[in-house]
């Protein structure tokens, strides 16, 4: 037998000890075969891995998960809450359509249900009173065990915010919501051993990754659908200033729905843990938009979402690198990744004028 983590499980395996969660409470029992709702269960209840019978299977071990000391004390408080409870129900509930509707789809070729992904995913939306509560929300539900169908549905949600940031209409809303839902399904055509590959990709893996661009649009291309959906799909990875793919366009050569699209996907993708790292905070991700240069995402676009974004931890308490916590009281138009903090004894430091010191993370 051998322990095998979560995202890597498949429909008939069976588990060779009692699936426990860490609070000590049984899930399944030992002997039962797996099955998609059973996996998405475990990973409801946020079990790692399981035991499961058979021989080893190469790439499918344990992989190393944050401890819970090093678990920010602020996101315990989140997970603890029943907004957060209630949050996360709903969110597996909604993935487990995605799932069915993207697996069908793609494997047997049926038409996707457009108005229930689109309704459970604007309900769900509208169950976040505000966007510090969305962002808060999505967050906190990332693992390392995160999927295509939780990549998404975060990005569709992300996408909506956006939206409702620069006063998208209803129709536009409703359409910028369904490009970041569809934009990765062409990855279920890519092999899961590349896709899902710890490590670096070779150049190979890399080539054949890419790939899912051109498989989503082909499986949106024809369907009853605004065509920026299709097109989002082929080349949200497209940058405007030519340094994306699958083309190397330039802004305005690329759809301006997949503009979109592609600065949730890059967010959503920062904030996600993964083996080699944990989540970064989103003053993190924000440098990190900065340093690698605004000038590949549409000016109007990632301005107005990192501007909200960091606007949204306004007087909130954050960590600084060299070990000292405060609070954000002004937010630098000029430098979003680095407000002013004030500490306990009622002084202040303006981050953008140290180089050396940035916010780790939100307390």
Known sequence: MQKIRTNKLKEGMVLAEPAV?????????KGKTLTQATIMRLSFYCIESVMI?????????????????????YSRQIKSS???????????????????????????????????LLSKVKTLFGSCKTSFDLFNMLHNM?????????????????????????????????????????????KLKVPPEILDKPGKYTDEEFDLVK???????????????????????????ERCDGSGYPAGSMQDDTDICALIVAIADVY??????????????????????????????????????LQHIAATYQNHRVLLSDGRSGNIVMINRHALSKPIIQFDDTSCIDLSYESNLSIQKVL
């Not at 989103?282 to 900065?290: C, L, T």
Request: charged fraction near 20%; include cysteine; glycine fraction near 6%.
């Open 21 to 29: 969660t860490k609070g000590g409470q049984r899930i399944f029992e």
């Open 53 to 73: 019978e058979g021989e080893d299977i190469p790439g499918a071990g344990e992989a190393s998960e944050p401890t819970p000391a090093a678990v920010p004390a």
């Open 82 to 116: 029943r907004a957060f409870q209630s949050f996360q129900i709903d969110h597996t509930l909604v993935l487990s359509t995605i799932r069915q509707n993207f697996e069908a789809c793609v494997n047997q070729g049926q038409p996707l249900d457009i108005p229930d």
């Open 142 to 186: 990332h693992t390392s065990m995160d999927s295509i169908y939780v990549h998404c549905l975060n990005v569709s949600l992300i996408c909506r915010q956006l939206g409702k940031w620069l006063k998208f209409d209803s129709a536009k809303s409703d359409l910028i919501t369904l490009c970041g839902l569809l934009h990765d399904i062409g």
């Open 211 to 237: 790939l899912h661009t051109q498989y989503g649009y082909d499986l949106l291309k024809d369907l009853p659908l605004d065509a920026h959906v299709a097109r989002a799909a082929l080349s949200h990875h």
């Open 268 to 305: 959503d993708a920062m904030t996600a843990a993964r083996a080699y790292r944990s989540p970064l905070c989103p003053f993190e991700v924000i440098e990190r938009f900065e340093k690698e240069g605004l000038q590949k995402y549409h000016p109007k676009y990632i301005l107005a979402f």
